[in-house]
């Protein structure tokens, strides 16, 4: 293919920021018709991943929502929580959905190219030019948006997890309640638990997940979700249809720094909620914001995360990293205290502070009180 050795916009990576940065620049009608070009490695990514996320509305993707649920529960020891989520939904998405969707709608645009291939570097030119370089080519562009993770990511804590499709062949779920967190697993020295999310009567996504500072190796995850599979649906035969993995940073810390017309965006964007490792819809905020940016030639500041929150996820990190509280007990805490809608809105960044205030009610003074004062004095 022949590539121009000048654009607009180069997207470095076509994952979830990529693709959603793509879909919102080509949903305006001025910004759709500048000169873009799309980067990656790999095209074909299959279903490597499912997203699930919260929301008040119809939202940009409803239409490859492949499964919603009104209630979540909660489990840890004999408490069992069952909370309505309204107005809230909680969705899911599959990621090849989500690729071909949006690919196929770019497809439609003669402006957009594409390449398929490793990004070697991204070098900054000047304040308004930055330069790709890839096996076999190179291109500049007026602004490079990159979600390429060129360096080891550095995080103390992360989210890890392996997940298995399984199918029955009788119905077992009840397909109308996503199993947020059932943290009666092993806890490993962290905080872990399952996450059920039932995608018919028979079939579910089983994840066990952990925060703690080191990825375990795959039997360790494989043992525990044959325990919890054994202990719930003893003897009832299922097949595993589809299996992932993830790990996902869970840091305060800046993980790269935006240079003049290079812009970090997802993961590398710092779109990640630090305390809970969802993106998703951050990701959607902050894609959305920089096409605003750019619509009003505004400086770009891909930042989505305000400070009010960042501090209270820098706090329940530093209790999690230096085991001052268990994270199931917190989780448990919260969601025993409060209506599925707070919680839902304090993790998304958008509880007032009477709202916080609640939230922090269910958690003990005596532990979170000095963990505060320490990371405000770290900062
Ligand atoms: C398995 C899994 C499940 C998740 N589930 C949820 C969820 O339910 N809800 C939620 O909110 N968040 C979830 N997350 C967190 C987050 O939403 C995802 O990690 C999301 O994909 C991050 O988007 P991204 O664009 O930053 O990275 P990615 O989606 O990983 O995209 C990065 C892209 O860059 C490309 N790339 C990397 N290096 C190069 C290179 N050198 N050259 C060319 N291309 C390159 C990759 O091929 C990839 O396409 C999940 C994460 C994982 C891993």
Same mark, same amino acid.
């Given at each position: 293919m022949q590539v121009q050795n000048k654009y607009d916009y180069i997207i470095a990576g076509a994952g979830c920021a990529g693709y959603s940065l793509l879909y919102h620049l080509l949903k305006d009608p001025v910004l759709s018709k500048k000169k873009i070009l799309v980067v990656d490695a790999n095209f074909n990514k299959g279903n490597d991943r499912t997203w699930c996320f919260w929301e008040d509305s119809v939202g940009p993707f409803e239409s490859i929502v492949c499964k919603k649920w009104s209630n979540i529960e909660v489990l840890k020891g004999a408490m069992h929580r069952s909370l309505p989520t309204t107005p809230f939904e909680y969705k899911m998405i599959q990621g090849i959905d989500f690729y071909q969707h949006i690919s196929a709608f770019a497809k439609g645009f003669e402006n957009v190219e594409w390449v398929a291939s490793k990004i070697l570097s991204i070098d900054s030119i000047n304040a308004n030019s930055a330069r790709v370089n890839w096996e076999g080519g190179a291109a500049n562009a007026d602004y490079v948006f990159s979600s390429i993770n060129g360096e080891r990511i550095q995080s103390t804590l992360w989210q890890h997890f392996k997940g298995i499709i399984v199918e029955f062949d009788k119905p077992v779920f009840d397909q109308h309640i996503a199993r947020l967190m059932d943290f009666n697993v092993p806890q490993m020295d962290a905080t872990a638990f399952m996450y059920l999310l039932p995608l018919t009567d028979k079939k579910a996504l089983v994840e066990y997940t952990l925060f703690s500072p080191s990825i375990l190796v795959e039997s360790k995850y494989d043992t525990v979700l044959n325990i919890y599979m054994e202990e719930h649906y003893k003897g009832q035969g299922y097949q595993i249809q589809h299996t992932e993995m993830g790990a996902i940073p869970m840091t305060s810390k800046k993980l790269t720094s935006n240079k003049a017309a290079i812009v970090s965006i997802g993961t590398m964007g710092d779109a990640v909620k630090a305390s &809970?490792?969802?993106?998703?819809?951050? #990701?959607?905020? @902050? &894609? @959305?914001? #920089? %096409?605003? @940016?750019?619509?009003?030639? @505004? $400086?770009?500041?891909? $930042? %989505? =995360? =305000? &400070?009010?929150?960042?501090?209270?996820?820098? %706090?329940?990190?530093? #209790?999690l990293e230096h085991q001052k509280m268990a994270g199931d007990e917190i989780f448990a805490r919260i969601f025993k205290k409060n209506d599925a809608a707070t919680v839902f809105k304090f993790l998304s960044n958008t509880s007032n502070l009477m709202e916080d205030i609640r939230i922090m009610l269910s958690l003990p003074t005596s532990i979170f009180l000095p963990a505060a004062i320490k990371v405000v004095f770290r900062r």
């Open positions: &809970t490792g969802y993106a998703f819809q951050f #990701i959607q905020k @902050q &894609t @959305q914001q #920089i %096409v605003s @940016q750019l619509k009003f030639n @505004q $400086a770009l500041n891909p $930042a %989505v =995360h =305000h &400070t009010r929150h960042q501090f209270y996820d820098a %706090v329940l990190l530093y #209790i």
